[in-house]
């Protein structure tokens, strides 16, 4: 048998320095495949500074107000892409401003986008025939809820489009959607 000397045993801070090492990189990689999962499961948080969503058109170009209102008269309620994409309705109001509140235009019902009726002065699903008046309340089911409302902003000609999350004006009740 053979003996080891002093140099064949390595030291206790080399062993410690690999168990360390050998550690650090099996937790390392442990938590890099766990943070995506974990980061999953927590809620998006909202973005600083209220600023809101720019109001976009068709094709994804920031409107603005000079150029919306060279377009669209009043009584004008025309669609535009909103908060999260959603398309939402800019109404030009009878003094040929932008009203200061937008509409999402998915049906309560089942999820339809509702258009405008300019002959009939309301909104129509065409999936189910629920009923909105020109605020956007329901008349006529089966939607149950009114469409969502979004505060629409000016800031330096830019339409900017906002949560809604104070009572509904039109039902006096907290909102459905917020």
């Not at 050998?22 to 973005?47: C, D, E, I, S």
């Not at 008349?139 to 949560?163: C, F, N, T």
């Amino acid at each position: 048998m053979t003996q080891l000397s002093s140099n064949d045993v390595p030291s206790m801070g080399r062993r410690q320095f690999m168990n360390l090492l050998t550690f650090g990189t099996a937790t390392g990689v442990a938590l890099g495949a766990l943070y995506p999962v974990a980061n999953y499961f927590m809620p998006l948080r909202a973005g600083g500074g209220g600023g809101g969503t720019s109001a976009k058109d068709e094709l994804g170009n920031p409107i603005t107000k000079t150029g919306w209102l060279a377009t669209h008269q009043a009584g004008d309620r025309s669609l535009v892409q909103g908060l999260k994409g959603d398309p939402t309705y800019l109404i030009v109001n009878e003094g040929g401003e932008i009203g200061e509140f937008g509409l999402n235009a998915i049906c309560t019902h089942l999820g339809c986008v509702v258009p405008w009726d300019s002959g009939a002065n309301k909104f129509i699903c065409p999936c189910h025939g629920s009923q909105y008046d020109t605020n956007g309340k329901v008349v006529r089911g089966p939607a149950p809820l009114s469409l969502a409302l979004a505060h629409v902003d000016i800031e330096d000609d830019a339409v900017l489009v906002k949560q809604w999350s104070e009572t509904d004006f039109r039902t006096n009740e907290n909102p459905w959607w917020a």
